[in-house]
T-cell receptor
């Protein structure tokens, strides 16, 4: 089926350290998968962090990067140097822009950045 | 600019009681609309989607129903709540990506 698996949280890192949150997907019924990272900061709503709709391309936003790798079916989220303000829950998602615009979410990874 | 509003912000209800959650989108005509649900500690799941007034498609069966009475309004409801309905409900609209509302926290006791 269609699904997303991501790093189980919470993930705790110290400020200025590097970060990687793994995400792999299965898109058996989606012809043209789109991949997303959403983020929910404390007390705020779910918002898009970055998206990539073409395999092989990289998306970036707020210092975060993710590359759509069709061979390994992965879309890992990386940041070279995290800040305390990056503490949030991060969701990897797989989109199907076919007939119903379905999105499949991972379980979310809580990131805690220690000062 | 488009805005998405959900009501109520939070609700505490008894098992067996009815429920109605609302969602309104302003600033976008004929949006695709979606309802999502996330149990505490669980995965965010799409429940319903609608691409036009009066038409709603069910994605996951949870003894809930949805209606789209107006172009900018999406309603989630049930006549009898179950304990398993507790969780966080999100409404969203989409272009090439989905934009989410602030959500409603539902606790069923």
């Amino acid at each position: 089926g269609d699904s997303v698996t991501q790093t189980e949280g919470p993930v705790t890192v110290s400020e200025s350290e590097s970060l990687i949150i793994n995400c792999t997907y299965s898109a058996t019924s989606i012809a043209y998968p789109n991949l997303f990272w959403y983020v929910r900061y404390p007390g705020e709503g779910l918002q898009l962090l970055l998206k990539v709709i073409t395999a092989g391309q990289k998306g970036s936003s707020r210092g975060f990067e993710a590359t759509y790798n069709k061979e390994t079916t992965s879309f890992h989220l990386q940041k070279a140097s995290v800040q305390e303000s990056d503490s949030a829950v991060y969701y990897c998602a797989l989109g199907d822009w076919g007939s119903n615009n379905r999105i499949f979410f991972g379980d979310g990874t809580q990131l805690v950045v220690k000062p | 600019a488009q805005t998405i509003h959900q009501w109520p912000v939070a609700e505490i209800k008894a098992v067996g009681s009815p429920l109605s959650l609302g969602c309104t989108i302003k600033g976008k005509s004929s949006p695709n609309l979606y309802w999502y649900w996330q149990a505490t500690g669980g995965t965010l799941q799409q429940l319903f989607y609608s691409i036009t007034v009066g038409q709603v498609e069910s994605v996951v069966q949870l003894n809930l129903s949805a209606s789209r009475p107006k172009d900018d309004q999406f309603i989630l409801s049930t006549e009898k709540l179950l304990l398993s309905h507790s969780g966080f409900y999100l409404c969203a609209w989409s272009l090439s990506e989905q934009f989410f509302g602030p959500g409603t926290r539902l606790t069923v006791l």
